[in-house]
């Protein structure tokens, strides 16, 4: 089992778990004491964990990565496309090689992935992808249009996969749809907004998303959203579109960018030596209970029923 980001976030929970079900893990990520650090943990399980430092960005490194666990055990059962990265701004704002570096992470490097497994599938007449997406693989979101193009067409890959593998039963391509999980996303991403970026509540914790790809490479399926009640918030956007989207740009404004910190590149280009983990540190500024009182004072504002935003301000805390 191939997983990369598997350094911290999601990918290092991952690894963890499926150490613990008795996979032999292969852990890709450009941090190598990080790697050296979940393989630690995956062992303490019993498990076999080999490290291979990567960067999906690079196509020497994809197929370096492909070239070593062949050699190693002959075969591979599961791929999980998990490492991404992100940049909060404007599609107008900060250089285009930021942007395009989002690109090169969260779809291209997938796709490089999958030319070098499809012959290896079709040898082996089985073997199973797990691309991870995200909601905003189906759902716009304003302030960061390049992890919502990436995710649109990591979903997309996804759909033409699994059309080429139709008649193949034992080859699956499966996607796994999280919504907005407390890792070090938030924090690590690139910020040309000049604010910091918070997650949204519900935010969920990266071991319900580990638990998911768990479930999926055992039971593969075309999808899984995590937590499943999150395709209620795509359906919402089916039905309501323009509303939905008043209502995530409102929302977003007010609490996903607060406070003030400097334009960075985070670790768009470059990882960091900070520990690596599988948490982060930019909690949510408003409670779900506060969220959901002004999102429907916001919905009577839209609607002429309220006249003035400053009748929602009794339901908020202060922000940072």
Known sequence: ??????????????????????????????????????????????????????????EDDVRHLVDETITRWRRIDVWINNAGTTLFAALDEDAFASHRRVLDTNLIGPMFAARLLLPIFRAQKAGTIINVGSVLSQVGQPFVPSYVISKFGLLGLSEALRAEFADDRDIHICTIMPYATDTPHFQDGGNATGRRAHGMPPIQDPELVASALVDVAARPRRLRYVPRYAAAGVVLHWLLPHTTERLLKHALEAFHLVGRQPATRGTLFASHDRPATVRGTRRPVVTLPALIGWVACDLLIMSGVLRSRRNRGWLLRPTP
């Open 1 to 58: 089992m191939v997983i990369t980001g598997a350094s911290s976030g999601i990918g290092r929970a991952a690894a963890v778990r499926f150490a613990a079900a008795g996979a032999i893990v292969v852990l890709a990520a450009r941090r190598a004491a990080a790697l050296e650090e979940v393989a630690v943990a995956c062992r303490a399980h019993g498990a076999s964990a080999h490290v291979v430092v990567t960067d999906v960005s690079r």
